[in-house]
C-alpha cells in the first residue's frame, strides 16, 4: 500500500516542529492535497493544533500506549488522505529511556517507514550547525533524515554561512524560516493552551501556517512524501450494532480525548453523545459517562456554578452508571478543587479534595489491576501516561483502588484507579489500543442498561 508521507522531527523541543507542521499542512491544502495529521507521543494538545489547520482529527502514535504493532496499525487505517503528515516529539531520539529509541520519533519513523524533515535551531549558530546535522544523521544506521529546515535565521549572510556548512552532508535544506517570522503560540502549566479554549486561536494558528508556508520548498516536501516503501494491507474492522449511549464531556475543561479512543467505543456498539459540564444543564439520557482530562481548574468557577450538572453527575455514580474518567475527570470528582487561592466545590463523588501543585508529574505508566473494575479485570497488566500539576489530599481511607502502579506515580502511594460504585477514575491516561479496554467498558455499560 503506498502512502505519500513525511515525518517532521527536531532536535530538541521548542525548535519550532508544531508551528512548522502546521505550516506544511496549511501550504499542501493550499496546493489542493488533503492531508492527514499524525502526532507522535501521548499529547493531547499538540494533535487539536493539528486537526484545527488539517479540518481532520489528528491520530497519536505511540508505542508505548499502542505497541508498534498498534502504531503501524493506526497510521495505515487512518491515512486515507492524499499525504499523511506526522509531528515528532522533543528530540528525534529521545523516548521511553536514555539507552534506548523506544517510544522516540526515530521509533515511530522506522515503524513507519517514514522519511523524515529534521528542523534545525538555526539561532545561534552558524558552521556549527553542520556537526548537530551530522550528529543525527549518524547516531543512528539508517536515520532517514531526507531533508532539513533551518529556523530562526537571522539573516541572508546567516542563512549562506548555514547552507554552506550543511552542504557536505548531501541532503536537502527543504525550508528557511527567518527569526522575525516566528510567532509565539501562548502555554501554560502544562503545555500550549488546547484549541477549544481560546476563540481567536483558530485566526492566530492560520496566521503562523500561511506565514511560515511562504518560507518551505512546498514541492520538495511533495517529493519527499512520494519517495517511500509500501505498507501492508490493514483490514477495515466492523463496527458492532449500536447497543449503548455514553456521555461524553466535551468543551473548554474537558477536551484531552485520543480520536482512536473514540472510534473504539463506536466500533464495539456506542453511540456517543458530547455534553458540557460547564453550560449543559442535564446529561443525555445515557448508559455510561466518559469524563476525559483537561483543565477543569481553569474553568473551576463556571463548573461550580453549574450546580444542576454537578448533582446528576453524583447522582448517576450513586445510581451504578460506569462511569471512566481520567485526570481532569477525576479532578471534577472530587468533592474541591483548590487553584490559586480559590476552592471550587465539585461533584463530590469521591471523598478527596484536589490540590494544584507547583510540580508536574510526567511520566509513562505500567500497572497490574488489583481489582475488578468497568474496563478489564484482575491481574492484567495496563499501559498508559500521568501528566498533571495536582494531587489528590485528604482521601478516605476506606478508598479503594484497581491500579497498583509498577512505573509512575498514580494517585497515592502508587495506587491508582480509584473504585466507588461502577466508577473507575484515574490519573493515568489510557489509549483504548490497549486489549479489550473499549470492549469492556461498552459491555459494563450494557450491562447496567439491561438493569
Given at each position: 500500500?503506498?502512502?505519500?508521507?513525511?515525518?517532521?522531527?527536531?532536535?530538541?523541543?521548542?525548535?519550532?516542529?508544531?508551528?512548522?507542521?502546521?505550516?506544511?499542512?496549511y501550504?499542501?491544502?493550499?496546493r489542493?492535497?488533503?492531508?492527514?495529521?499524525?502526532?507522535?507521543?501521548p499529547?493531547?494538545?499538540?494533535?487539536?493544533?493539528?486537526?484545527?489547520?488539517?479540518?481532520?482529527?489528528?491520530?497519536?502514535?505511540d508505542?508505548?500506549?499502542?505497541?508498534?504493532?498498534?502504531?503501524?496499525?493506526?497510521?495505515?487505517?487512518?491515512?486515507?488522505?492524499?499525504?499523511?503528515?506526522?509531528?515528532?516529539?522533543?528530540?528525534?531520539?529521545?523516548?521511553?529511556?536514555?539507552?534506548?529509541?523506544?517510544?522516540?520519533?526515530?521509533?515511530?519513523?522506522?515503524?513507519?517507514?517514514?522519511p523524515?524533515?529534521?528542523?534545525?535551531?538555526?539561532?545561534?549558530?552558524?558552521?556549527?550547525?553542520?556537526a548537530?546535522?551530522?550528529?543525527?544523521?549518524?547516531?543512528?544506521?539508517?536515520?532517514?533524515?531526507?531533508?532539513?529546515?533551518?529556523?530562526?535565521?537571522?539573516?541572508k549572510?546567516?542563512?549562506?554561512?548555514?547552507?554552506?556548512?550543511?552542504?557536505?552532508?548531501?541532503?536537502?535544506?527543504?525550508?528557511?524560516?527567518?527569526?522575525?517570522?516566528?510567532?509565539?503560540?501562548?502555554?501554560?502549566?502544562?503545555?500550549?493552551?488546547?484549541?477549544?479554549?481560546?476563540?481567536?486561536?483558530?485566526a492566530?494558528?492560520?496566521?503562523?501556517?500561511?506565514?511560515?508556508?511562504?518560507?518551505?520548498?512546498?514541492?520538495?516536501?511533495?517529493?519527499?512524501?512520494?519517495?517511500?516503501?509500501?505498507?501492508?494491507?490493514?483490514?477495515?474492522?466492523?463496527?458492532?450494532e449500536k447497543?449503548?449511549?455514553?456521555?461524553?464531556?466535551?468543551?473548554?475543561?474537558?477536551?484531552?480525548?485520543?480520536?482512536?479512543?473514540?472510534?473504539?467505543?463506536?466500533?464495539?456498539?456506542?453511540?456517543?453523545?458530547?455534553?458540557?459540564?460547564?453550560?449543559?444543564?442535564?446529561?443525555?439520557?445515557?448508559?455510561?459517562?466518559?469524563?476525559?482530562g483537561?483543565?477543569?481548574?481553569?474553568?473551576?468557577?463556571?463548573?461550580?456554578?453549574?450546580?444542576?450538572?454537578?448533582?446528576?453527575v453524583?447522582?448517576?455514580?450513586?445510581?451504578?452508571?460506569?462511569?471512566?474518567?481520567?485526570?481532569?475527570?477525576?479532578?471534577?470528582?472530587?468533592?474541591?478543587?483548590?487553584?490559586?487561592?480559590?476552592k471550587?466545590?465539585?461533584?463530590?463523588?469521591?471523598?478527596?479534595?484536589t490540590?494544584?501543585?507547583?510540580?508536574?508529574?510526567?511520566n509513562?505508566?505500567?500497572?497490574?489491576?488489583s481489582?475488578?473494575?468497568?474496563?478489564?479485570?484482575?491481574?492484567?497488566?495496563?499501559?498508559?501516561?500521568?501528566?498533571?500539576?495536582?494531587?489528590?489530599?485528604?482521601?478516605?481511607?476506606?478508598?479503594?483502588?484497581?491500579?497498583?502502579?509498577?512505573?509512575?506515580?498514580?494517585?497515592?502511594?502508587?495506587?491508582?484507579?480509584?473504585?466507588?460504585?461502577?466508577?473507575?477514575?484515574?490519573?493515568?491516561?489510557?489509549?483504548?489500543?490497549?486489549?479489550?479496554?473499549?470492549?469492556?467498558?461498552?459491555?459494563n455499560?450494557?450491562?447496567?442498561?439491561?438493569r
Amino acid at each position: 500500500m503506498k502512502i505519500p508521507r513525511v515525518l517532521l522531527a527536531g532536535t530538541t523541543s521548542g525548535v519550532g516542529k508544531t508551528s512548522i507542521t502546521m505550516s506544511i499542512i496549511y501550504g499542501l491544502k493550499k496546493r489542493g492535497y488533503s492531508v492527514q495529521p499524525f502526532k507522535v507521543g501521548p499529547d493531547f494538545i499538540d494533535p487539536s493544533y493539528l486537526a484545527a489547520i488539517s479540518e481532520r482529527p489528528s491520530r497519536n502514535l505511540d508505542p508505548w500506549l499502542m505497541s508498534s504493532r498498534g502504531v503501524l496499525k493506526s497510521f495505515i487505517s487512518n491515512s486515507k488522505a492524499d499525504i499523511s503528515v506526522t509531528e515528532g516529539v522533543m528530540g528525534y531520539f529521545d523516548g521511553f529511556s536514555g539507552n534506548s529509541n523506544f517510544s522516540s520519533t526515530y521509533h515511530v519513523a522506522n515503524i513507519t517507514k517514514s522519511p523524515v524533515i529534521l528542523v534545525l535551531d538555526a539561532s545561534k549558530t552558524a558552521r556549527s550547525i553542520a556537526a548537530t546535522a551530522l550528529g543525527f544523521t549518524m547516531f543512528q544506521k539508517n536515520s532517514r533524515i531526507s531533508g532539513f529546515i533551518l529556523n530562526k535565521i537571522g539573516s541572508k549572510k546567516h542563512e549562506d554561512l548555514c547552507r554552506q556548512a550543511l552542504k557536505r552532508l548531501g541532503i536537502p535544506i527543504v525550508g528557511v524560516i527567518p527569526r522575525e517570522a516566528n510567532l509565539h503560540l501562548e502555554s501554560r502549566h502544562l503545555g500550549l493552551i488546547p484549541v477549544k479554549e481560546q476563540k481567536s486561536l483558530q485566526a492566530k494558528l492560520t496566521t503562523i501556517a500561511k506565514l511560515f508556508s511562504d518560507f518551505i520548498d512546498m514541492d520538495k516536501i511533495i517529493e519527499i512524501s512520494k519517495r517511500t516503501s509500501s505498507l501492508p494491507v490493514i483490514l477495515t474492522e466492523r463496527k458492532r450494532e449500536k447497543k449503548v449511549r455514553i456521555a461524553v464531556a466535551l468543551d473548554e475543561s474537558f477536551n484531552f480525548y485520543y480520536q482512536d479512543n473514540l472510534d473504539a467505543l463506536q466500533r464495539e456498539g456506542a453511540e456517543l453523545e458530547f455534553f458540557s459540564p460547564i453550560s449543559d444543564k442535564k446529561i443525555p439520557s445515557c448508559d455510561g459517562l466518559y469524563l476525559g482530562g483537561g483543565f477543569p481548574e481553569v474553568r473551576g468557577e463556571l463548573l461550580e456554578q453549574n450546580r444542576s450538572m454537578e448533582k446528576l453527575v453524583k447522582k448517576s455514580g450513586e445510581d451504578g452508571t460506569p462511569i471512566y474518567a481520567e485526570c481532569g475527570g477525576l479532578m471534577y470528582l472530587s468533592k474541591s478543587i483548590r487553584y490559586k487561592d480559590k476552592k471550587f466545590r465539585m461533584v463530590g463523588l469521591f471523598d478527596a479534595e484536589t490540590v494544584m501543585q507547583k510540580n508536574l508529574k510526567l511520566n509513562y505508566t505500567k500497572a497490574r489491576i488489583s481489582r475488578n473494575c468497568i474496563i478489564s479485570g484482575i491481574n492484567n497488566t495496563i499501559r498508559g501516561h500521568e501528566f498533571h500539576f495536582s494531587d489528590l489530599e485528604s482521601i478516605a481511607k476506606d478508598s479503594k483502588f484497581a491500579y497498583d502502579m509498577e512505573i509512575g506515580v498514580g494517585i497515592n502511594k502508587k495506587k491508582d484507579g480509584l473504585i466507588q460504585y461502577n466508577t473507575l477514575a484515574s490519573y493515568t491516561h489510557l489509549h483504548f489500543a490497549l486489549p479489550n479496554v473499549a470492549k469492556n467498558f461498552v459491555e459494563n455499560c450494557a450491562k447496567y442498561s439491561r438493569r
